[in-house]
T-cell receptor, first 114, second 106 residues
């Protein structure tokens, strides 16, 4: 299994541009989530999904959209990038929506917004 | 709101010594905690978890202790090795602490 994969690894955007961060898992996990990691802030939950067609907001959802059309894929969309969205983004998955806490993380996407 | 915090941003230990990384949480109703290890340039990796009905849990070279009275947990790494160098996070379910960087020197 490839586990959780993320693309791209690095991205530079200009303010106002849009883009989609890709995330996929091949473990048939129900639960998937997106975090951002900023220096001194730990990881903060952006959005999560308990299964295909179901998404919900986390702690810091503003400026981000998600969708879950398949079990495998959980893309994160930035509609109009802002410098405050400069961060490292991690996608994670876990086997069961009823116990989502043992999470497998992807390698991350480092995003810079200028 | 709920919070999870680690006591030291950086911990330096000599190879072969034991390491202890501490974490405090604020929610007395919290019942499940996880420790993650994050190596440079990688995503966090699950190490060990503990539920509130336990005081101690052991894995391979790691032990987690939970003190519910003072809302504190610790991760102990025995015989620390250079490969243990990383940032360690405690999490209260989906709420992460800020991390402690463990540096191992020869």
């Amino acid at each position: 299994n490839a586990g959780v994969t993320q693309t791209p690894k690095f991205q530079v955007l200009k303010t106002g541009q849009s883009m989609t961060l890709q995330c996929a898992q091949d473990m048939n996990h129900e639960y998937m989530s997106w975090y951002r990691q900023d220096p001194g802030m730990g990881l903060r939950l952006i959005h999560y999904s308990v299964g295909a067609g179901i998404t919900d907001q986390g702690e810091v959802p503003n400026g981000y959209n998600v969708s879950r059309s398949t079990t495998e894929d959980f893309p994160l969309r930035l509609l109009s990038a802002a410098p405050s969205q400069t961060s490292v983004y991690f996608c994670a998955s876990s086997y069961s929506r009823f116990n989502p806490y043992e999470q497998y993380f992807g390698p991350g996407t480092r995003l810079t917004v200028t | 709101g709920e919070s999870v915090g680690l006591h030291l941003p950086t911990l330096s230990v000599q190879e072969g010594d034991n390491s202890i990384i501490n974490c405090a949480y604020s929610n007395s109703a919290s019942d499940y905690f996880i420790w993650y290890k994050q190596e440079s340039g990688k995503g966090p990796q699950f190490i060990i978890d503990i539920r509130s009905n336990m005081d101690k849990r052991q894995g391979q070279r790691v032990t987690v202790l939970l003190n519910k009275t003072v809302k504190h947990l610790s991760l102990q790494i025995a015989a620390t090795q250079p490969g243990d160098s990383a940032v360690y996070f405690c999490a209260d379910k989906l709420i992460f602490g800020t991390g402690t960087r463990l540096q191992v020197f020869p």
